[in-house]
């Protein structure tokens, strides 16, 4: 069985993700996966799964928290 990086659990259907940049972890779940992987919302801080909206280095998971954050040129894609 392999132990999970994110939360410690030893699972037997545990599988690896390499980044790009070459780091290699284990998880038991997407939901670890997603948890330590995915950006986080500068406003909310809720984990950006999706394409969500970036400028100048901030990551926003919609319009409504960048413009909460003071980012207003920025627009969701529908």
């Known amino acids: 069985m392999a132990k999970c ?3 410690g659990n030893d699972y037997d259907a545990a599988f690896r993700v390499t ?10 779940s997407f939901e670890c996966a997603i948890f330590t ?10 984990r950006i799964v999706g394409h969500g909206l970036q400028k100048g ?6 319009d409504h928290c960048a413009e909460k954050a003071g980012v207003k040129e ?5």
Do not use: I, Q, S
């Open 57 to 62: 280095g901030r990551m926003f998971c919609c």
């Open 19 to 28: 980044t790009a940049a070459g780091k290699a972890y284990t998880f038991d």
């Open 74 to 78: 920025l627009r969701d894609r529908a």
């Open 37 to 46: 992987l995915a950006p986080a919302c500068e406003h909310c801080n809720v």
């Open 5 to 7: 990086d994110a939360c």
